[in-house]
């Protein structure tokens, strides 16, 4: 079962911010040209905006006394800006110990973009 | 391209300390609102000792570092990312960390680098972060 969705629209802006906290400013992500010369057509968005935005899927269960034990995401397909990407989270493991839960992301033409995993385990509050 | 000769090189133990200042900027940017990245009375409500860091964070660790294997290295992008955490990271506390080339395989025009990050308190190992990255040749 699809548990939350979130798309995700590669702006100039979103990369940009991305660039500017994370001090990622590798010419493939900030320079068209840059990015053309190594064959891409067109600038291509951080990785790791993709993670940080599936860590929100969880965020209410942090507040619940359970924490992030494993994040995983592998990168099938560059993402570049203007693309739309569409994150899709699915529950398969829900115990009162553990949270387990897969996320997989397609781009506007349906490719699948990326997949990730997220485990969650409760707090020892002892 | 990383020259092999650098297959199992560290960086050496830099110390790591996330302010209150700079998780705001982070969350704010990821558009990450929830009140626990923000007031410290929610995140104590919720079992932590302080403030947490979102899972993903020590990705910004990477800046702390200069790894010598990366020098001049123009172009890579991120191609599988792994955070494994023993007990959640917090603000305002010190860590320590190392990041180690871990290994490196060829394929085609590309070159995928495998790195682990450890994070430590106090000598005890609280998160890893394996991180492969791609680097690409220029078209020609």
């Not at chain 2, 990821?30 to 860091?53: M, R, S, T, V």
Request: hydrophobic share 45%; glycine share 4%; aromatic share 10%.
């Amino acid at each position: 079962m699809a548990i939350q969705e979130f798309e995700i629209y590669i702006s100039e802006k979103l990369i940009d911010d991305y660039a500017c906290v994370s001090k990622d400013v590798n010419p493939i992500h900030m320079d068209k040209i840059s990015a053309r010369k190594l064959g891409f057509p067109n600038r291509i968005a951080h990785g790791m905006i993709f993670m940080s935005i599936a860590h929100k899927f969880i965020t209410p269960l942090i507040g619940k006394g359970w924490f992030v034990s494993m994040q995983e995401m592998k990168f099938t397909s560059p993402i570049f800006l203007y693309d739309t990407v569409v994150l899709e989270m699915h529950s398969v493991k829900n115990t009162t110990e553990i949270q387990d839960f897969r996320i997989i992301g397609c781009n506007g033409s349906g490719m699948k973009v990326l997949r990730g995993k997220l485990v969650l385990e409760r707090l020892n509050l002892s | 391209m990383i020259d092999p000769r650098f297959l199992h090189a560290k960086t050496g133990m830099v110390t790591l300390r996330v302010t209150h200042e700079a998780l705001q900027k982070y969350v704010e940017t990821i558009g990450e609102l929830n009140p626990i990245y923000f007031d410290k009375n929610i995140a104590c409500q919720a079992g932590f000792e302080d403030i947490p860091l979102p899972a993903t964070y020590p990705s910004l660790f990477w800046n702390a570092f200069q790894p010598i294997w990366l020098k001049n290295q123009a172009s890579f992008m991120l191609s599988s990312q792994v955070f494994t955490y023993i007990r959640p990271l917090l603000i305002n506390h010190d860590y320590q960390g190392e990041l180690t080339l871990t290994a490196l395989r060829k394929s085609v025009n590309k070159q995928f680098a495998v790195h682990i990050l450890r994070l430590y308190d106090q000598s005890s190992l609280v998160a890893t972060v394996k991180t492969t990255i791609v680097l690409t040749n220029e078209v020609t």
